[in-house]
């Protein structure tokens, strides 16, 4: 079953502890994106990557890295957690950035 | 920010009637996609739209694009208490890669 897996779901830190969300998608594509979603805002673009070992910025990265070594991974990395971090974030994937993208479950971030 | 818009914020109709929805964006694109999300559930792929289409069909949705305006509507025909969701429409900026999304539109259809 073609799927993009996010992990953990749920989740409460509090500032300042080092957390990795982990994303995989096993549909062979080439394109991953990381999303954050708040109330009225709908989702935000965090970071991309067309291809392993190439990422770049969305619109609002600050605060959070990725990494792309392998295709079927793209993980998100928050260094630093902050309060104003807590948000629900979605993992997806597609062929290219310009074509539908399958979406992971969602985790919902809490720091406290 | 170059997040598009989308109006009404939230629409209640009754079951049957037809729902329609506008996204306007800001930049050029390459092809603009609505996307269906169940109360906090992972978004789902609609339709897309080349931007050298005007109007597109899939079952009971019709989506059209007006580049000259920059905005694009989504209309659910014979709506069902199944359709309530948010929707969301999604643009490309033409490169390929930054993906923007919309603020979405909260749908509740009423049996």
């Known amino acids: 079953e073609a799927q993009v897996t996010q992990n953990p779901r749920y989740l409460i830190t509090v500032t300042g502890k080092k957390l990795t969300v982990t994303c995989s998608q096993n549909m062979n594509h080439e394109y991953m994106s990381w999303y954050r979603q708040d109330p009225g805002l709908g989702l935000r673009q965090i970071y991309y990557s067309m291809n392993v070992e190439v990422t770049d910025k969305g619109d609002v990265p600050e605060g959070y890295k990725v990494s792309r070594k392998e295709k079927r991974n793209f993980p998100l990395i928050l260094e630093s957690p902050s309060p104003n971090q807590t948000s629900l974030y979605f993992c997806?994937?597609?062929?290219?950035?310009?074509?539908?993208?399958?979406f992971g479950d969602g985790t919902r971030l809490s720091i406290l | 920010s170059q997040q598009g818009e989308e109006d009404p914020q939230a629409l209640s109709i009754q079951e049957g009637e037809n729902a329609t929805m506008n996204c306007s964006y800001k930049?050029?694109?390459?092809?603009l996609q609505w996307y269906r999300q169940n109360s906090g559930r992972g978004l789902v792929h609609l339709i897309l739209?080349?931007?050298?289409?005007r109007e597109k069909h899939s079952g009971r949705l019709r989506v059209t694009l007006d580049t000259s305006k920059k905005s694009s509507s989504l209309l659910i025909t014979a709506s069902r208490a199944a359709d309530t969701a948010s929707y969301f429409c999604a643009t490309d900026g033409g490169g390929y890669q930054k993906v923007t999304f919309g603020t979405g539109t909260k749908l509740q259809v009423i049996p």
């Open positions: 997806a994937s597609s062929l290219r950035g310009d074509q539908p993208q399958h």
């Open positions: 739209i080349r931007s050298n289409e």
């Open positions: 930049t050029s694109i390459n092809n």
